[in-house]
């Protein structure tokens, strides 16, 4: 449940980026209520899922996902360029996601493949 959560957090990332671009430096009280939201909701998802997953691993995921979104969003919203050298360190950055996302599968099944069972007997009635 905690990716579901970190990729709610990531589009709330996405449309909070966008948004500010949209307020005028929150001049604007629709686009500035929108982001603010957006900023709120972003941030309450992306607590949830760190309750699992590692700070680290999380917070990478999201600013990487929200970047990514906000460079191919903004290119067909705001017409903002779009290059070669850009298009290579965004793949690069979605590998970088991928990969974390591996890892930490892998981390999370080998601790839970480690773990000590710990079963507790009863006490005998007297």
Same mark, same amino acid.
């Given at each position: 449940?905690?990716?579901?959560?970190?990729?709610?957090?990531?589009?709330?990332?996405?449309?909070?980026?966008?948004?500010?671009?949209?307020?005028?430096?929150?001049?604007?009280?629709?686009?500035?209520?929108?982001?603010?939201?957006?900023?709120?909701?972003?941030?309450?998802?992306?607590?949830?899922? %760190? #309750?699992?997953? $590692?700070? /680290?691993?999380?917070? !990478?995921?999201? =600013?990487?996902?929200?970047?990514?979104? +906000? &460079?191919?969003?903004?290119?067909?919203?705001?017409?903002?360029?779009?290059?070669?050298?850009?298009?290579?360190?965004?793949?690069?950055?979605?590998?970088?996601?991928?990969? %974390? #996302?591996?890892? $930490?599968? /892998?981390?999370?099944? !080998?601790?839970? =493949?480690?773990?000590?069972?710990?079963? +507790? &007997?009863?006490?005998?009635?007297?």
């Amino acid at each position: 449940m905690a990716w579901i959560y970190l990729l709610i957090a990531s589009v709330f990332e996405v449309i909070f980026a966008l948004g500010t671009n949209a307020t005028d430096g929150f001049t604007k009280l629709v686009p500035s209520l929108i982001t603010a939201v957006a900023a709120g909701f972003g941030i309450f998802f992306l607590s949830l899922a %760190l #309750k699992t997953l $590692d700070v /680290g691993v999380g917070y !990478a995921i999201w =600013t990487g996902i929200g970047s990514v979104g +906000t &460079v191919l969003l903004g290119t067909v919203i705001f017409d903002e360029s779009l290059n070669l050298g850009k298009v290579i360190c965004f793949v690069a950055i979605l590998g970088g996601i991928i990969g %974390l #996302k591996l890892v $930490d599968r /892998g981390s999370a099944e !080998a601790e839970a =493949t480690t773990a000590p069972a710990t079963a +507790t &007997v009863p006490e005998p009635v007297r």
